[in-house]
């Protein structure tokens, strides 16, 4: 049976109508695939974008505690400047406080000084008709030293006092009873030879000749007795060398301390003691 040919023409409208046909379902298919990556993309934009969202909010939580970290800091800076610029202005009055202590103290001390050498040279003046070898008067730490000798107080191993010694002890009474604030402190001091006699010993000497002066200064010449100290020695503070004879009588001696009194030297002292504790 012979084989029937399609003729041309239809022939190529079966080809026109598949290719037709075959076009549309790939565009379809293209753009379903593009469709399922867009939306594969924007589920994973949108993933990417709450991930920055929650990024950004722990940033955010992160910046305040900072913000609220950086201002704790900053006021306790404050407060420490504060407290440190107050202990600096304490501590600068403090020290115009004692350097104004200070300057009172030296004053105070200076004025001492001062007082001390008026009262020297009002006692040299007063006891000016006496010589070198019956009494001195000198100054030694801050107090004046009258050092009367036994040949014009006391005869040989006595306590009781001779009429010149009297005399200069009346002449010394009129200086401290015209200067109230001066402290009398009486010292009587012995060789060391051994007492007989009368006596015990060097101190029982020593202590009966400054109590014998101090009764003759305040009974006699009315020296407030509560400007007045009396003790005894003995042969226990020598000037001299108790081995020679000119040592010895020397070293037989009575000595009048006269000291200012430091009552407001005293008071500005305990007061600073006070201030500093």
């Known amino acids: ?11 190529f409208i079966c080809i026109v109508l598949f290719t037709s046909s075959c ?12 469709i399922d990556k867009l939306r594969s993309d924007s589920a994973q934009f949108a ?11 722990d940033l955010e939580n992160r910046r305040t505690t900072l913000q609220q970290q ?21 501590s600068q009055e403090q020290i115009v406080e004692q350097q104004r202590r200070l300057e009172q103290l030296q004053s105070l001390i200076d004025q001492q000084r001062k007082n001390t050498e008026l009262l020297r040279s009002k006692i040299t003046d007063a006891l000016v008709g006496f010589n070198s070898n019956e009494l001195t008067v000198s100054t030694k730490n801050g107090k ?10 006391f005869p040989s ?14 002449k010394l009474a009129d200086v401290l009873n015209t200067n109230p604030n001066i402290n009398v402190n009486i010292e009587g001091h012995t060789d060391s030879i051994p007492m007989r006699g009368k006596f015990e010993d060097n101190w029982a000497l020593s202590v009966g000749r400054s109590t ?3 009764r003759i200064l305040t009974d006699t010449y009315k020296v407030d007795p509560t400007r007045v100290t009396a003790s005894g020695r003995s042969k ?37 003691n006070t201030t500093g504790q």
């Open 70 to 90: 950086l201002e704790a800091t900053r006021r306790e800076a404050t407060s420490r400047l504060q407290d440190a610029s107050s202990r600096l202005n304490m």
């Open 236 to 272: 226990y503070v020598p000037v001299d060398n108790n081995t020679t004879a000119d040592g010895r009588a020397k070293n037989r001696r009575t000595e009048i301390i006269l000291e200012p009194k430091l009552d407001e030297l005293m008071q500005l002292i305990q007061a600073g």
């Open 157 to 170: 191993g006595s306590a009781v006092v001779n009429p010149k010694g009297k005399q200069a002890l009346g």
């Open 47 to 57: 993933k990417r974008i709450s991930t920055l969202e929650g990024n950004m909010s």
């Open 212 to 214: 014998a002066i101090v």
């Open 23 to 34: 076009v549309p379902k790939r565009q379809l298919l293209s753009a379903e695939q593009t």
């Open 1 to 11: 049976m012979p084989t029937r040919l399609i003729p041309p023409f239809s022939l």
């Open 144 to 153: 004046v030293y009258v050092s009367l000798q036994e040949n014009l107080l």
